[in-house]
């Protein structure tokens, strides 16, 4: 049994197309927008480097980029690509410091979380915790 297009869409009915995945070209860093750091093989998005949204990946065209810089950001649509190439740096430090950060914390939490286990285990924690 064949399956018959449709007269008017020229479509196979039940057969499913494979979505187009867009990739990143380090050249749209000149509108402002980086490869998102959470970014799968399957799920390619592009993040604008001054707002920190994500795109959808079809988003990733262009003159879609530009009109998002022209719409949200045009005080910034005439800076060199330098601009931008300096700001994703910033962004690494950014990240950097964060991570840094969160590990410090994190042992201070284990720190915290071990004495209020200590004070829990004793008879009566409230009074050894205000002392």
């Not at 800076?79 to 950097?96: A, M, N, S």
Request: proline share 5%; net charge positive.
């Amino acid at each position: 049994m064949s399956q018959k297009n449709d007269d008017k869409t020229g479509i196979v009915p039940g057969k499913k197309r494979k979505p187009f995945i867009r990739h990143y070209n380090h050249e749209y860093i000149k509108y402002g927008f980086i490869l998102w750091p959470n970014s799968t093989e399957e799920d390619i998005r592009p993040m604008c480097i001054i707002c920190h949204e994500v795109l959808v990946n079809d988003a990733m065209k262009p003159a879609k980029m530009l009109r998002h810089l022209k719409a949200k950001h045009s005080e910034l649509e005439k800076k060199p690509r330098e601009y931008f190439e300096r700001r994703k740096q910033e962004l690494g430090l950014q990240t950097k410091t964060f991570k840094q950060n969160f590990i410090h914390n994190k042992s201070l939490l284990k720190c915290s979380y071990l004495v209020a286990l200590r004070l829990l285990k004793q008879e009566n924690p409230l009074l050894l915790g205000k002392i």
